[in-house]
Each structure stands twice: as structure tokens, then as C-alpha cells.
């Protein structure tokens, strides 16, 4: 009635049915859905290994350039299963919303969840809804949850990486942070900046169809989300227990985000992505892959940007473009908040 | 350092890491979840359906009579993966902090969520934490999803009740919500009143056992969270297109639950239960599943409290202790906010 969540959308009640059935139903509509239980029940897949993963959906702003939370909360959620080498079936999504936040924002959000979900060939088959009052939320939180089905054979866990592999990233890095930032920050860039933000299941399929029979050779796949490449490099290199070489000069990062960075204090290496992947591969492997990524819309920019080495220290070091060599530590001190 | 929750404790960087290493890895530990990867790959079930499920909490108080926000998200989820006649077999757990809430709190709450999930034998299996600034939050939101597998031919969804069949809950009714309420408003009972908060599959997995071969008998299951008994059966009621009819004098309630909902101006048939099921079944099979609830301690005061009827405009009613007759509506006007 007045246009905004109220306690009521939460209580479990009529109001709670109605919200429910008028604004997020038929923007997620599938059969699945509809079955209206306490859960869902899906079919089986036939063989693989399940996987699950989560994320918790925080960003503000909620709208940004090339985005805004409820792709977002789709996006994130099908990558972290697509890391695990599997393709992402179904998506629970579960909203904290704040009481007083305009219904047709939530609209906008909740559209733009089921079209990223029809776009990605993922089903949200079952959600949750809870209010809380004002000022004990922030508009709108999402927690999604993906389940897929990875194949027999295929294994890219973090602790795979060995030393001669090859390090492969998708694209250019640090759009999204930088994109999310600019918005909240109320900075205008002359070339627009915007966020990554999609779903990389399609590209890690063709990457594993271009290794029939040994698939096992890609290693590691990990999203360089929050904390960047850095960050996610020194991570796989704790896990695997290996060192890495970098060479900067090889790592893609678009001009106007190297400015933007310089302007608002940050390196592209920590920045958060949303729509691009770290590949780890044994080095016979890496042509065909690399082929792969860069026949994919989303891997166009793809490039081959450092090795795995053999270190007691599990260092992350970087030949720089000057010729000398530095340490891509774990990044300590102040970070970006609510970048996803 | 400061025993508190930073915005550095959701950036992804290492205090990120060290968080989830040292306060959620311990509380969880499993080999699932010991993978660290993006996600948890998992065996597949051999046969049946998948059953995904999922529940944002923001209960308030987080800590209330007989629980805490942390066994909550798990008996909440588990539950709604058991109304599918599932047995569940892992969780997904995400978490949204705010700044400045106590890391004692924190481990309080994730040890009981620990604990509560190795009772309910499930994993959590992959977990996610952001932090949003003080005052965008409310201490601690978890949402959990939970996956399990239903034997082929169980089918306990809403629309399946059929004029004829006898309805049972578990249990008294409205000790979760009157327990939240009494604490929230600092009010103390001469007898204390505690949420009755529990994993309710084991229960389910007795009541289907009483069915051999013939578990398409048990035609619904609902938890009656959120809106209570009265909002649940309406809900079934209206996904069934049937009526219904229920002997006030046969729905257990405690005396000191009735005396705190009479305190409270509260109802306890649309107070919100958290260990409570409500099943519907074929008349033949009702002695079979209520002799097999009472035998489960979850279910010892299980009790036929009503029937379905033919009814095109889909009434609850009751036939009262004073012998008369009233419509038990669907909750309108203000519900009891962040309940669960
Ligand atoms: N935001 C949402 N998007 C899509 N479906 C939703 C959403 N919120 C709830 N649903 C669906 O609505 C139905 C009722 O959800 P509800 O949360 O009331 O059930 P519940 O989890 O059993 O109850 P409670 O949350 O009180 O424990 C379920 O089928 C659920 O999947
Ligand atoms: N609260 C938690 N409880 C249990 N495990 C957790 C928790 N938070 C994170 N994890 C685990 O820690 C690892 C890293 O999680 P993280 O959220 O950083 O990964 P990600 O989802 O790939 O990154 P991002 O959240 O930035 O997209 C994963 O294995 C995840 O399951
Ligand atoms: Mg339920
Ligand atoms: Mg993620
Ligand atoms: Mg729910
Ligand atoms: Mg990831
Ligand atoms: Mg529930
Ligand atoms: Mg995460």
C-alpha cells in the first residue's frame, strides 16, 4: 500500500504470501518454484560430484555501473560452483530486507536476478524473505546458494597448483571494484567504468571441452573477487603449498582503470572482480585452454601472466615492467568494504 | 585484536582468512569444508530427489531461552529439508556481521551452530562471511541452505491433502515465539518458558518408516514457523483447494504458554514454532504415523487435532471447547517481527 516494506512482508503472513507471490514469483517463475514448499525438489543429477557454494550479497551502493545486487547474487554464486569445474543447476536465494525500502527498487533488483538466472540457465528454486526495522539492515542484503554437478575427473581445488604450471587469467582486472567505488564516491571517469559483473560457467565449459579425455590437467580455477588477483594468488599458493611468478607486464588491466586507480589510491592487483577467473594449468595444457578462453566472449582478453614455482615460502613475486622483482604480498591494512 | 568484528573481517584479505580459520573452520570442521575451495564438491546421492531449502535468520534476541541464532539457522533449515520428507545431508552457511559486534558472541553462536549440525548429522559444507558498517546491521544474519535427498516415492507437498484426511502436529504449540517475546521484553514466567527449537528429520525418517511401501500415505508436511499452526494450515489449505476442520480442545498447548499468550495479547495457534510439525495423512495410515511420532521424544505429545474437509472456499475452522464454531483466518494486522 504505501509502496515500501513493512514488518509485515516478513512475518510469515498474508502480506509476506502477497509480496512473495506478486514480485519475486514471477520474476524467478519456473516449475520448481511454483511447487511452493517448504524446499524444493529437483531431480538428481546422473553422475559428477555435487557442489555447493554460497555468498552473502552486501554491496553499496545496489545499483553501479554494469550492474546492480541482484545480478550480482546471481553472478557471484554461479562462479563459485563454476570454479569447481561444475556446471550450476539450481540457486536458493534468501533477502534481508530493510523496512521502508521502496518497493520498486526491489522490483528493479529482484528483475534483474531473474534475468541474470534465465541468462545463466540456473533455476532459483526456493527463497526466504525476512524484514528488519529500519536502520538494522541497508536496503537489501541477498544470500544465494548454488548447486551444480561437477564431472568425473575433473578437480580444481585450490591446492592443485604445481610448480612449472601455468597461470592464466580470463580478462582485464579490477573493473568491478573500481566501478562500485567511482559510483559511491560520486566520481565520473572520462571513459566510463563498468563493473564485470557475469556468469563464467559457459567459458569454464568450453575451457574443460578443450581437454577431452584430461581434464584433469586444469589444476586451479578460482574467481578473483574480493582482494583480487593478489589476494586469490597468494591463497592457492598457501594451498598448494607452491611459489608464483608474475610478469606484470603480461597482466591485462584496461588504461582508464590504471588511472582510476592511481587517482583513488589502490593497485588493480587487490581490486575486486566479478566476471573473471584465475586459470591454473599444467603447461601442456595451457595453449589449448588459452585457445578456448580467448574464443569466448568473456575470455577474449585472456592471457597467459606468470608460472608456478617451486618455493618453500609460498611467495607471490612479480617481475615488474622495469626489470626488477617484488612481492605481491597478502594485502594487509585498509581494504574496499561491501565491494560485493 | 579489539574482540570485536572489523570491516576488515569481510574484505577477503587476511584478517578475512584468519577469522574463518580460526573461529568457523574449528566450530564446523569437516573434510568438506576443509577443502577451502570455492565452494565443497560432494558425493551424489545414489537415487531420489533432490531437496534444496533455504532460510535467512534474524532472529532478535540472538540469544533467547532454550537457543541461539546460531542452532536456529540449522534446525530451521534442516526442517524445511525434512517437510520434504528429506533426509538432509548438508549445509551451506552465510553469514552477514556488524561491525563492532563481540567475537566472544560470535564464537558462542557458531559453536551452538556446530554443535546443532553434528547432532542433526550434516555438514556444513561451505560458508561465506561479509561485514557490513555499525548500524546497517543487527549483530549477526545467517542464512542457511541446506541439500538433501527424499526416497523415491515420498511426496509431502502442500497441494496433496484430500477431503477425508486426518491432520497431527508433534507437539504444544507456541513455546519458540513466546520464549523470543518473553526475553525480548525482559519478562519472566514462574514457569519458565523455553523456544522448542530441534531438528525434526529423525522424526520424519520414524513416520515415514511406519509407512512401509506405502509412504505416498503421508500427504503433507509442514513446519508451522512463522504464522504458526493457523497460518500454516491455511497456506495448505489453499495450495490443496480444501477446508478444514479443527477440535480446539485436542491441539496441545502448555497451561504456561496459554497464561503468557493470554499476558501478551497473543494467540498461540499463529505464534511461530521452531521444532513443531504439522502432517497430513490418509486416514488409514493416521494410528501408524501418530503411534510412530509418540514413540520419537520429538513427538510425545503428538496429536490428531483435526480433519481435511470438502470446502471450495478453502476455511479453516474450529469447532471450539465451548462448542461453537469459528473460521481460523490467516493472520491480519501486526505480526510478531524477527521471530526467526
Ligand atoms: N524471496 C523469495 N523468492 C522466491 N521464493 C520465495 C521467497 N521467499 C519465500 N519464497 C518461497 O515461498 C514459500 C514460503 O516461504 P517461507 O519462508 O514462508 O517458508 P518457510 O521457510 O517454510 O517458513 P519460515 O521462513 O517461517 O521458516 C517457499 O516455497 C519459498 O521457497
Ligand atoms: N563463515 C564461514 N564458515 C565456514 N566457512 C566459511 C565461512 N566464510 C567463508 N568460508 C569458507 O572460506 C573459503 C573462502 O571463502 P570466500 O567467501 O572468501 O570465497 P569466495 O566466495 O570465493 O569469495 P567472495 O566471497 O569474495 O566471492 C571458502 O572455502 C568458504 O567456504
Ligand atoms: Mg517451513
Ligand atoms: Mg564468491
Ligand atoms: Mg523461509
Ligand atoms: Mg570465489
Ligand atoms: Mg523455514
Ligand atoms: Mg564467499
Known sequence: ?????????????????????ELFLPAFDNPFLRQGHDGAALPLPAAG????????????????PGGDIGCLSVHGTVNDVAMNGATPLYLSASFILEEGFPLADLKRIVDSMGAAAREAGVSIVTGDTKVVEKGKGDGVFI?????????????????????????????TLGEHGVAVLSQRESLAFETAIV?????????VADMLAALPGR???LHVLRDPTRGGLATTLNEIARQSGVGMLLWEADIPVLPQVDA???????DPLYVANEGKLVAICAPE?????????????????????GAVTEDPH????????????????????????RIC
Open 1 to 21: 500500500k504505501t509502496g515500501r516494506v513493512d514488518m509485515n512482508h516478513g512475518a510469515g503472513g498474508r502480506a509476506a504470501t502477497q509480496l512473495i507471490e
Open 49 to 64: 560430484r555435487l557442489v555447493v557454494a554460497t555468498d552473502a550479497h552486501v554491496i553499496s551502493p545496489l545499483f553501479f
Open 143 to 171: 544470500s544465494t546458494t548454488g548447486v551444480g554437478v561437477a564431472a568425473p575427473g575433473v578437480d580444481t581445488s585450490g591446492a592443485n597448483a604445481r610448480p612449472g604450471d601455468v597461470i592464466l587469467v580470463s580478462g
Open 195 to 203: 563493473s564485470d559483473t557475469a556468469a563464467l560457467h559457459a567459458l
Open 215 to 217: 581434464e584433469g590437467d
Open 260 to 266: 582510476a586507480c592511481e587517482l583513488l589510491g589502490l
Open 285 to 305: 595444457a595451457a595453449d589449448a585452454v588459452l585457445a578456448a578462453m580467448r574464443a569466448h566472449p568473456l575470455g577474449a582478453h585472456a592471457a597467459r601472466i
Open 314 to 337: 609460498r611467495f607471490v613475486q612479480m617481475a615488474t615492467k622495469l626489470g626488477g622483482r617484488r612481492v605481491v604480498d597478502w594485502l594487509s591494512g585498509e581494504q574496499l568494504p
